[in-house]
């Protein structure tokens, strides 16, 4: 998926001038026998939207939790603008916002009454006013938070992360349950934060999300850390290609399987989609030919993150894979 957008993203000695705010160390948590975080370490650096995708259940959120101070790692560190979010949690949230999720607002607190409490906290505030016109919600100012529809709920908890004009926010699903107009005024409202140099840990399934918005992602597979890089990076490295096509007799899924560079076919009605990796196009294509089937209404399509994430997590999933890592 293509986007109108396309931010600046910068590696190599660029990403080395810059400087870590965020360093995550080896972090390790475990819930009883689950071991929901396995060794992750990955920094952001400021002003970076620093993604983190990956299945459910993978680790996503409880990683932000530890960041945010909310859990207590097993093991391994973590360092906010050098200070340790389980030590001293309450300087953290002076200057990271953190995006609520639902169940943690009082049900008949009012929108307005809910921005101006939490800009209250903070002594540098943005106005909730604005805050609440630039995602749309500002009609909803009188209305308690219980009687929101899910996507306004989720724009006041965005809101409620913004309104402390944090140097850090962290943003887990932002745009789940919105429309696409929405999700559209909400990435701007990212971009504007970009801007303004704040820098943003956005947890997100959604891979057209990440590759909008995001300078760099870590991809959290199973607890631990898949890849890291720049989404344009691991979509190359892991997306592939994509074909689909109408061949002139069904092709079994085995046979198809068979053919080099192929990794995962799909079939709907008679059009037959297979994503691989090398010249897919020309193995296909002779090896259908030498069994006497001709290709027909052929698309193909350059790997993006969503192939990429399919790939990784499913490459992951089975026996003797090998970790990708940046
Ligand atoms: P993600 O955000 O990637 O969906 P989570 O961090 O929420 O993943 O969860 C990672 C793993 O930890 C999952 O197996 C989940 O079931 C488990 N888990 C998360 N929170 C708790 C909790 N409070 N108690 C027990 N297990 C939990």
């Known amino acids: 998926m293509s986007s109108p957008m396309s931010p600046i993203r910068l590696s190599g000695a660029a990403r080395d001038a810059m400087t870590a705010v965020i360093e995550v160390s ?13 060794g992750v370490s990955f920094s952001v650096d400021e002003g970076e939207i620093f993604g983190i995708i990956g299945p459910n259940g993978a680790g996503k959120t409880t990683t932000v939790e530890c960041i945010s101070g909310l859990r207590v790692p097993d093991s391994g560190s973590i360092s906010v603008h050098g200070i340790s979010p389980q030590r001293d949690r309450d300087r953290i949230r002076e200057f990271v916002g953190v995006q609520l999720q639902e169940s943690a607002l009082p049900p008949r607190l009012r929108v307005g009454e809910a921005l101006e409490l939490f800009a209250s906290f903070y002594s540098n505030p943005l106005d909730p006013q604005g805050v609440l016109e630039s995602l749309g919600v500002k009609d909803s100012e009188r209305v308690a938070f219980r009687k929101l529809s899910g996507g306004q709920k989720q724009r006041v908890s965005i809101a ?9 926010a962290i943003l887990d699903e932002l745009t789940t349950g919105l429309d696409p107009e929405a999700r559209r005024n ?9 801007e303004r140099g704040v820098t943003v840990i956005l947890v997100t399934h959604f891979m057209d999300e990440a590759e909008t918005l995001c300078d760099r992602v870590a991809l959290i597979n199973r607890a631990r850390l898949q890849a890291l890089d720049t989404p344009q990076a691991i979509a190359a490295q892991a997306g592939g290609s994509t ?12 046979t198809l399987s068979a053919i080099p560079g192929v990794q995962v076919v799909e079939r709907k009605d008679r ?3 297979v994503t691989g990796t090398g010249d897919l196009a020309a193995a296909l294509i002779n ?16 790997g993006n993150l969503d ?7 499913r490459d992951a999933a ?8 940046a």
Request: aromatic share 6%.
């Open 271 to 273: 059009s037959v989609t």
């Open 26 to 38: 080896d972090l390790v948590k475990r819930y009883g026998a689950t071991v929901a975080v396995d």
């Open 160 to 168: 409620l992360a913004l309104v402390g004009n944090p140097k850090i």
């Open 307 to 313: 192939d990429a994430f399919i790939r990784l997590t």
């Open 186 to 194: 909400i990435w701007a409202v990212i971009e504007r934060m970009r």
């Open 287 to 302: 090896a259908l030919a030498a069994m006497g089937v001709q290709v027909s209404e052929l698309e193909a399509r350059r």
């Open 243 to 254: 074909l689909r096509f109408v061949p002139s007799r069904p092709v079994d899924e085995k």
């Open 318 to 325: 089975s026996p003797g894979s090998e970790e990708v890592q």
